[in-house]
């Protein structure tokens, strides 16, 4: 993780951020996904959904082809409750067309390229961060 990313500041959570989505793509490409896994809370369902998706992929044979993310537009936002303090982040993401290709005569998956604005819910940890939660941001 960048030295950047390990700083509990504004800048920290947006560097952070990008950093958690630069491991969604080692992950895809590597099929490597302990690292991936680490920067996620065990309670975010879409940090485990994710992992899950490629645990599947890569257990069954198959690759990822594509799908590289690109994160923009990031501004982050300092949440307090009580004694704890979170940081939400707003980025947008943009993907390339993605192929799932598995194995034989098993069906293979597409995905289109598109963008997205998400919100992520990161929490503040001894050596850096986790993503407690991440989900498409309101309108």
């Known amino acids: 993780m960048p030295a950047a990313a390990r700083q509990h500041t504004a800048a920290g959570a947006k560097a952070f951020v ?11 490409v590597s099929g490597v996904l302990q690292p991936l896994v680490r920067l996620g809370d065990e309670n975010c369902g879409a940090c485990s959904g994710g992992v899950d998706f ?7 044979g198959g690759v990822v082809r594509g799908g590289a993310v690109t994160v923009s537009n990031l ?10 303090v979170s940081w939400r982040v707003l980025a ?15 069906k293979d998956e597409t995905y289109p390229a598109g963008k997205l604005s998400l919100q992520l ?5 001894p050596n850096g961060w986790t993503v407690g939660y991440w989900d498409e941001a309101p309108k």
């Open 92 to 106: 947008d993401v943009t993907n390339t067309r993605q192929v799932v290709d598995l194995p034989g005569k098993r």
């Open 121 to 125: 819910i990161i929490d503040p940890q």
């Open 75 to 84: 501004e982050a936002i300092r949440v307090k409750a009580g004694s704890h």
């Open 54 to 60: 490629l645990r599947k992929i890569f257990n069954a």
């Open 18 to 28: 990008k950093f958690y989505w630069e491991m969604v793509n080692y992950a895809q």
